[in-house]
């Protein structure tokens, strides 16, 4: 593979894909050195999104490699704290796809307060808060097609797709 004359889908596959190690690279003085990075990722729900974080790192004994990789990730902890993922079987939304009423079961326990939805375009066309766990909208007057329905609060929106029929 040469990245001198591009790169092209197909090598970045077989680089990212075949795990492939080697201890040196390019000529004596490592002047021609490429790294590609990538990160697995668990399934994610339609709307639903993740955060990934790359270090860079480089050190002249594996020591201080290792002493950089530990501090980096103290670094993205400190800077981005993570939250527990909420399973998306928490709340409901049915039926779907709707044709007059759609029916939320909301647990108290989330905190969530705000419902609003979407077009597939982004602009909001319904806005409410959620009273009580069983709230309902009304979209008889909305017209057919996908939207994205969101409910969320202080600490989290959660997302969905529905289609209204």
Partial sequence: MRLADGF???EK???L????????V?????????????AALGRLAPGDSTV?????????????????AEAA???YRLLLPTRRAVPAVLWQAYPNPAHTKLQLEVPAGLGLHTLRLFTSVG???RQQAIAGTRPELDVRTLP????????QGPAQVLSRQIVVE
Avoid at 17 to 24: D, H
Avoid at 28 to 34: A, E, F, L
Avoid at 144 to 150: D, H, P, V
């Fill in 52 to 68: 990934v974080a790359f270090a860079v790192l480089g050190a002249p004994t594996l020591p201080a490699l290792q002493a950089a």
């Fill in 123 to 125: 602009q909001l066309v």
């Fill in 144 to 151: 057919a097609g996908i939207y994205l329905l969101q409910v």
């Fill in 73 to 75: 990730g103290r670094r």
């Fill in 8 to 10: 092209s889908s197909a």
């Fill in 26 to 38: 390019g000529l004596t003085t490592g002047t021609d050195v490429s790294q590609v990075v990538g």
């Fill in 13 to 15: 596959f077989l680089t």
């Fill in 17 to 24: 894909s075949s795990k492939a190690r080697q201890s040196s």
